[in-house]
């Protein structure tokens, strides 16, 4: 199966007329946050796959385009914030949350203890998927990094305790994250934590895994 991760800063290499030949073997698409929802739709329209997406701490409520009327969402994404969703043609099964640890008074930021409701949420859906597929979680998908890995010291930049503790119990292959922006190359954006790689998936990111068919989940 393969992954097109994109967060945060938008690629002259998809936002291309040649985004078909480019990416022509993608499967799912999955967006990290505060990116605009018009780009998120040329993604979805011009590759024709389903795409699910958490917002980041800069999303905006509504966003207006010429000749496309006012968006409150990307037309065509599925919203992963506080939900379990297996896809229903491969059966991946996602979950995420949106925003990032709150600095200011601005939307979609909270505060550790709040980021621990929402994840707390999320354990009978896990516990359930365990039963039915085998396994809790296959990518969890987030606005922010989890603690002590990719974050930065500053508040804004913070990383979430509960998603490390997600990471360490249920141990879905990806966690995915954007909010850390990549200005060295030199910069770590990729962290193996037990059976999970996490990715800093800051504007692209292709990934590539094998994954079991539909049938045999």
């Known amino acids: 199966m393969n992954l097109l991760?994109?967060?945060d800063a938008e690629s002259p290499l998809i936002y291309s007329a040649n985004i078909k030949k480019r990416f022509h073997d993608i499967d799912v698409a999955i967006s990290c946050g505060d990116l605009s929802y018009f780009y998120l739709e040329y993604i979805i329209s011009t590759l024709d796959i389903p795409l699910y997406y958490v917002r980041g701490n800069h999303a905006k409520e509504m966003e207006y385009g010429c000749g496309g009327g006012v968006r409150t969402a990307p037309w065509g994404g599925i919203n992963l914030h506080g939900k379990v969703i297996r896809d229903k043609d491969s059966g991946l099964i996602l979950s995420g949350i949106q925003g990032?640890?709150?600095y200011n008074q601005g939307d979609y930021q909270y505060s550790q203890q709040?980021?621990?409701?929402?994840?707390?949420k999320l354990v009978p859906s896990f516990l359930l998927n365990k039963i039915r597929f085998g396994r809790f979680l296959d990518i969890f998908v987030t606005h922010a990094s989890p603690w002590g890995i990719h974050d930065q010291t500053d508040r804004a930049h913070h990383g979430v305790k509960a998603f490390l503790w997600l990471?360490?119990?249920?141990?879905p292959r990806f966690h995915l994250h954007g909010h850390i922006h990549i200005y060295s190359p030199t910069t770590v954006r990729e962290t193996q934590l037990g059976d999970t790689m996490i990715h800093n998936v800051y504007c692209y990111r292709e990934l590539s895994f094998d994954f079991p068919s539909k049938s045999s989940t």
């Open 5 to 7: 991760a994109v967060s």
């Open 100 to 102: 990032c640890i709150r």
């Open 114 to 120: 709040e980021m621990w409701l929402q994840v707390i």
């Open 167 to 171: 990471i360490k119990v249920f141990q």
